[in-house]
Structures are given as structure tokens and as C-alpha cells.
């Protein structure tokens, strides 16, 4: 895989790059109506390129579905688009994660770039070509892996950024340094919310290492999944349980990373100390969650429907020490049943 | 690229070893309501491994839409299928596109089999790896490329066609000819209708051949587009005006091709003989079709739209000689006026 991901804090010198070698027919920009408002003229000003169209959809995961991507595609062919035009996605998640979507089945596909506006996509959603929607209660259960031609990452957008959006991308930091760097795990624990730039680019060093080995998730990709398999569910479940209180994705990774913790801790060998040190470091940004007794046998219900599981298993990625994962691991109803317990007790 | 043709009159064997070194999780067949009747009791009877289910689609192009998708989409999560299941798309051209177009994209990939049942299919649609639905008014703006796992000719099944949609098929074979082998133009000539199976061996062999050099339509794949330009640009305006006749994708190739080559005798040297050949030998299975004089420009502007043509420009495959073809060829509004009064005036 080419480098493709690019730290930049004054300018757009790797996109004025691309832009001048690709000889786009057209130049689109994809916001939601947050990213219009706060990180759109910021963008422009920096860009010397002329763009041929804005294209905006509602923010929020509950808009990433085929109801949007239909408008977008819609769109795209409004302002005359063909396979050699490019579309710049501009915001968070849903917006990369849309927009590459819709890039990569556009004409059978048009060449897109990421320009992560929040935390969490800088370290995690805009890097690794996963594209996609969700469909029903399921999240991304349709979509691409299509690689960005580049991931842009601006500093100036974390500027803009609400402090709750935040703490949510930076669960995900926590993650990289859980599953592959002790070092980064350490750094953040001592930080706490107080990081810098370059630990920004550290943590997306993790994910960036880790999708070149293994682009199409056979192997070591999974590890990215630790924290996420129950998080996912929890995530689902709250976002079509519209009388439960919002829940951000790092919210539920971060409850997810506890619960999977406990697993780790029984399953894969990981020791108490370090369990309660995980415990003691998520806790500390990061809510309980008010699970209800009878809302586990659902969450285990919508994890045999994750697209990682496959053959009606359930796996899970646990940890063997901080910085080191460990994928395929088998775990049963009860252990999931005791790390709730766990997780409400603590 | 693999090979993944297989011709098979009798069984189905390079399927059943796929089944069995594929360890599937689920293996689902998508059918429509033509071939679920026609053709689903002649596959199951040859195939030992074991159906999870069934799904079945509307017949024809109209239904090759976001709306079947999202049906098949649902239909695979009901059926329980993950990255691990398999489709097998039994069918013509709508079937295998908008198949693999679902399965393509489906938990961001599940494998996909392709059993072509329509001669069109077995030497065209289902060989390739295009996949893709229709979006309004034009054909396959959305879609990915993406390879089958085996494409599985049956030659049993050319039994069921009709001979409408038997010669919409060798449309397709002309083309082969036309574009990269003057000698099986010389047979198709002599035999017409009278093709056997090694004739259309021979016709899916130089698709194959073409794909396996560019499968993502860099240069030399965009030859099979010969005839397509015009012909797409016609048979989408047919497919959206209901009071138009029922155009089948061939029947607009065959014109496609007649037009098309007007403008290689103009364009690219093609000789006023070998259009004359053209013409006869097309014309011999093809009606003429009626278009009126103001529909000319409708086309040029759906040609626009096309999602091979880039930069606003207006590209043709054009030949040179019978079995010698050349991309990317430029050609004004006006020849193509021309083009359709040679048509015309035939």
C-alpha cells in the first residue's frame, strides 16, 4: 500500500499534490451541515484548487444510510461527475465513511480523499479504506474496503471540535496503545486529555501500520476490533432505542474496552492489575453506562449478527497484556453475562 | 487474474469443489421470477452441496434498482449470511449484476458465483467482474468491479431461452468478432443462428482474454465497448420513454454497432466494404429501429452522461478493420448526424 496518510498543520501541499497530478474532470467536497458551517471556509482558503460543487447531508449516524447515499449519488451526477472526477470528504466519520461509499460505487468507482475534522476520524474512521452505511439496526453492514487516494489530517479542525466529541475520539487513542503500543498507553495515561499533535500522529501510526499489513482484515486487522464487538452492539442498540440517552461511538468503545477487558482478563491471561489499570484510565472520561439486565441477551443476540462473526461464532479480540492483542478468541454467554456484571459492579 | 470460466455441460463440478474447499457458511442462490421457474429445479438437481435459501427478484432491467438491492440486502441478513456466506447469482445480465453488486458490497464483501442462463450473459454480463444497478436514467451508474469467485456456463440452460433473447446474445459475439478475432466473425457470418457450444466458447474466450490484460478498463478493455456508446445512449432513452417499444440490450448493440461503424469508415480507416459487411450481416437478425429525427440530440446528451466518457468529451471504440479495434477515438455531433441518416436510409 502507497502512504497515503499526511500530517499537515499550515496547508493542503499533499492534496494541492494530487490535485495538479490527477487531472480531475470535476472537484466535489462532501460536509454535513456541521462541517459546512464550522470547517468548510477554513478548508478553502487553503485549498488553491477550484471546487465545482459542495454537497451537504445531515449530520449524525442516523443519516448514514441508502436514503443519503442516494441524494449524494444524485448529486454527483447533477454536477456532471464521471469516473475521473474526485470527491473530498470533509467531516467525521459519517461523512468518510459515506462519502467513500458512495466515491467507490460511483460509475464502479471515482477516486476519493479524507479530510478528518474530528479526533476520532484523524486517529481511527478516515484511515484504512473501510467504507460504508448501515442498514436496519446494523451498523456498516453495507459498504466497500476502496483505500482513500489520501487522508489529509488538518490540525486546525480539532479547534472546532466540542470537548465531548473529543473524549470520544480519544477513546479510540486508548485503544492503539491497548492492542500494539505500550508506550503510547503510557503516554496517554499520564497526559490525560492534555495531548498534542504528535500524539495524534502516533496513534494513527498504529492504525496506519496495521491496515498495511493487512488491508482486508484476514488476520492482525482484527485487532482494531478490540473493544468494539460488544461496543458495536451497545451502539446499535442505542441508536434505534431513541428513548435512550445519546451515545457517542468512543462512549460505547469505551464501556466496550471494560466489558472486553474483564474478558481478556479471564480468557486470554491478562492480569488484574492490568485490568483495573484499563478499568481506572477509561473511567476516568468516560460515564457508566446503565445497562438493564435483560438488555445482555440482546446485545449477545445483535453481536452473532456483526459482520466480523462469522458461522454463528462470536469472536472476540482480547488482550493478552497492555499492547498486545490477541484475535479469534472463543468466549461464552455465561463470561459475557459475568463481565456486565463486572462492568455495573466496579 | 484467475481463471475462473468454466464450461460444464453435464455437471457442475468446479462449483461443488469451490463449495467444498470454501467452507461457506451459508450458500444462498439469487434467482428471478423467469429463472426461479425455468431454470432453479435444472441447477439444484446438478448441485450435491446443501441451499440455505432462496432469494428471487423481479424479471428485467426496470427492476435492476436500489430498491431490489435493498431487498436482497435485507433478504441476505435475514437469511443469517456474513463475509463467510456465498451467492450464487443464477440468471441473465440483471441477475449477475445486480448480484454481485449486492454481494460485493454486503458486510463489505461476501464471495459471489456467477451461473449465467441467457446466451447474452454466458458470453458477456456474467464474465468480468462489473457489477451494478441502474440510477434513474442511465445503466449501471452504480456498481463496483468486482471478480466472481467461477463463472460457471451451463449449457443446458440456453434450452430455455427464447429466440428473441437468443439473438439479443450473438449481438454480443458479433462484437468479439468485430473488435479482436476476424475469424470468428467469418463464422458467426457463415453458421448465423447455427452456433454451437464451441462457438460460444470461443465468443466468452475473447472476453476473458480482454479482461485478464485490464480488468479496471485502464486502455484495452474499453474495446468492448464497441457498439456500446450509442447503443447504451439508445437503449436507456427506450428503457425510460414506456411508450417506446421493448428494446433488449443486443437489439440495441446490433444498431449500436451498424452506427458505429458508419463512424469507423468515416473516423478510423475502416473500409467501405467491411461496412457494407457489417451492415448485411447485422442486419440480417435486426430490424431496423424507427428513430425520429429530434431524438438524435437526446442521445448526444445522455452520451455526455455516459459514465465512460470523461471531461465532458465523447469517447468511441472504433475499428479500423474487422477484428482490429482502436479507443478513444474523438468524433463530432455532426458525423454522428450523419451515422444515424446512414442508419436510416439503408
Not at 447533477?78 to 460511483?106: E, P, Q
Not at 451498523?139 to 489530517?153: A, D, E, M, S, Y
Not at 473529543?166 to 505500550?182: D, N, P, Q, R, T
Request: aromatic fraction near 8%; include cysteine.
Amino acid at each position: 500500500m502507497q502512504k497515503n496518510v499526511y500530517f499537515e498543520t499550515l496547508g493542503t501541499a499533499s492534496l494541492n499534490q494530487l490535485v495538479q497530478n490527477g487531472n480531475y474532470s470535476k472537484i466535489i467536497v462532501l460536509v454535513d451541515e456541521n462541517t459546512h458551517e464550522k470547517c468548510l471556509d477554513k478548508f478553502m482558503e487553503r485549498t488553491p484548487f477550484t471546487i465545482d460543487g459542495i454537497i451537504t447531508i445531515k449530520p449524525g449516524e442516523e443519516h448514514k444510510n441508502i436514503t443519503t447515499c442516494n441524494m449524494v449519488w444524485q448529486s454527483l451526477a447533477d454536477f456532471g461527475c464521471d469516473r475521473k472526477s474526485l470527491l473530498i470528504n470533509l467531516g467525521g466519520g459519517v461523512v468518510t465513511d459515506l462519502g467513500g461509499f458512495t466515491a467507490s460505487t460511483f460509475k464502479r468507482g471515482m477516486d476519493f480523499v479524507n479530510v478528518p475534522t474530528t479526533l476520532l476520524s484523524m486517529v481511527d474512521a478516515a484511515i484504512g479504506g473501510k467504507t460504508g452505511i448501515d442498514f436496519g439496526v446494523l451498523k456498516n453492514q453495507i459498504g466497500t474496503i476502496t483505500q482513500p487516494k489520501l487522508v489529509l489530517i488538518l490540525q486546525t479542525f480539532l479547534e472546532t471540535l466540542e470537548k465531548r466529541q473529543f473524549v470520544s475520539g480519544y477513546a479510540e487513542m486508548l485503544k492503539h496503545g491497548l492492542i500494539a503500543k505500550h508506550a503510547h498507553w503510557e503516554t496517554l495515561k499520564q497526559k490525560q486529555l492534555e495531548i498534542d499533535a504528535d500524539d495524534i500522529e502516533a496513534s494513527s501510526q498504529v492504525k496506519v501500520g496495521i491496515v498495511e499489513q493487512d488491508p482486508y482484515e484476514m488476520g492482525v486487522r482484527k485487532k482494531l476490533n478490540f473493544g468494539h464487538t460488544l461496543g458495536h452492539a451497545i451502539e446499535s442498540y442505542y441508536l434505534e432505542h431513541l428513548t435512550k440517552p445519546t451515545l457517542l461511538h468512543g462512549e460505547a468503545i469505551a464501556a466496550g474496552m471494560i466489558l472486553e477487558g474483564y474478558l481478556s482478563h479471564k480468557v486470554s491471561g491478562l492480569s488484574k492489575v492490568s485490568l483495573d489499570e484499563i478499568n481506572k484510565v477509561v473511567s476516568a472520561h468516560f460515564d457508566k453506562i446503565d445497562f438493564e439486565k435483560d438488555e445482555i441477551p440482546i446485545f449477545i443476540d445483535l453481536m452473532k449478527h456483526d459482520k466480523k462473526n462469522t458461522h454463528g461464532n462470536i469472536n472476540f479480540v482480547l488482550l493478552r497484556e497492555i499492547g498486545n492483542a490477541v484475535i479469534d478468541c472463543k468466549v461464552s454467554e455465561k463470561e459475557i453475562q459475568e463481565a456486565f456484571s463486572y462492568y455495573m459492579d466496579r
